[in-house]
């Protein structure tokens, strides 16, 4: 089993930045993929950001060329979401994921950090 914590989130306005974190911990494959989505009132959960063991990124359309995913690789495995130029449509609560290999489904879930997006 792996567990998520995440961090990082909070209120901020429009055009500026935020860092998520994500700590995992516990049984975790060498090949596997963790990364972000996140949920806003009223709508479905859609992916923002993932990157593999092996480094390779996937990103929404709405985030590219905003925001950045990037890992560390130690013993409780890291990752984090550079969000720059954010947008009040940015506002959700932001879950970190993480799964099995590159490109399965995420079966570990944080609880989820708030990001407020002020206009």
């Known amino acids: 089993q792996v567990q998520l914590v995440e961090s990082g989130g909070g209120l901020v306005q429009a055009g500026g930045s935020l860092r998520l974190s994500c700590v995992a911990s516990?049984?975790?494959?060498?090949?596997?993929?963790m990364g972000w989505y996140r949920q806003a009132p009223g709508k479905q959960r859609e992916m923002v950001a993932r990157?593999?063991?092996?480094?390779?990124?996937?990103y929404g359309g709405s985030v590219k060329g905003r925001f950045a995913i990037s890992r560390e690789n130690a013993k409780d495995m890291k990752i984090y979401l550079q969000m720059n130029s954010l947008k009040p449509e940015d506002t959700a609560v932001y879950y970190c994921g993480y799964g099995v290999g590159w490109y399965l489904d995420f079966t570990s879930w944080g609880q989820g950090t708030q990001v407020t997006v002020s206009s």
């Open positions: 990157i593999t063991s092996g480094e390779i990124r996937t």
């Open positions: 516990g049984r975790i494959s060498s090949s596997n993929s």
